[in-house]
């Protein structure tokens, strides 16, 4: 599913995010940035090691305690087809509840790694659907912050001209389709 605002145009499809050939991926890390579980492991294995030596650097000189929850930092995409993987961390839902909290900072995850796409003259960048695996926040409610987010952002005016959310199962496909059909983008 497609759906174009200004000039951007925000795309649906399910599949496996280190295949897509967008400039950039994002990576839905944890705050140590070496890897992990769920899409964060499957990025720094098939990128290969580049990835986690410029994440390594990243420690060292700017997050020596980790990345923080909702802000974003952009590595080489390796052995990928996509040239960057901006990672980025997204809230923890123990509870399985999105809290106001959890939401800004879900909502800043999209965000913030988009202005960095920007900032880099990135045209094409692939989502995952963040917090919605292993850090466990609601797949719907995570869905719907997203799309507004990244909605809103195009409607704002950006030169990245295709934003791209790459769902792993069906389920989430649906739900984010879904939300995308209601009239006028009324999340």
């Known amino acids: 599913m497609e759906l174009l605002i200004k000039n951007t145009k925000i795309v649906l499809k399910k599949g496996d995010i280190t295949e897509e050939d967008t400039e950039a991926i994002v990576n839905a890390a944890n705050s140590s940035l070496m890897g992990g579980g769920g899409v964060d492991g499957a990025i720094h294995s098939k990128g290969g090691p580049e990835i986690k030596e410029e994440c390594k650097r990243i420690r060292e000189t700017l997050y020596p305690e980790g990345l923080p929850t909702g802000k974003a930092v952009v590595t080489t995409g390796g052995k990928l087809k996509a040239i960057y993987v901006i990672h980025t961390v997204g809230p923890i839902c123990s509870s399985g509840?999105?809290?106001?909290?959890?939401?800004?900072?879900?909502?800043?995850?999209?965000?913030?790694?988009?202005?960095?796409?920007?900032?880099?003259?990135?045209?094409?960048?692939?989502?995952?659907?963040?917090?919605?695996?292993?850090?466990?926040?609601?797949?719907?409610?995570?869905?719907?912050?997203?799309?507004?987010?990244?909605?809103?952002?195009?409607?704002?005016?950006?030169?990245?001209?295709?934003?791209?959310?790459?769902?792993?199962?069906?389920?989430?496909?649906?739900?984010?389709?879904?939300?995308?059909?209601?009239?006028?983008?009324?999340?």
């Open 97 to 187: 509840k999105l809290t106001e909290k959890k939401r800004k900072l879900l909502k800043d995850a999209y965000f913030n790694s988009l202005k960095l796409a920007e900032d880099k003259g990135i045209k094409s960048i692939s989502f995952p659907s963040i917090s919605t695996g292993a850090y466990r926040c609601p797949l719907e409610e995570s869905a719907k912050v997203a799309l507004e987010t990244v909605i809103q952002f195009a409607r704002e005016g950006t030169n990245i001209r295709e934003i791209r959310f790459i769902l792993f199962t069906e389920e989430s496909y649906n739900i984010y389709e879904n939300l995308l059909r209601k009239p006028n983008n009324e999340l």
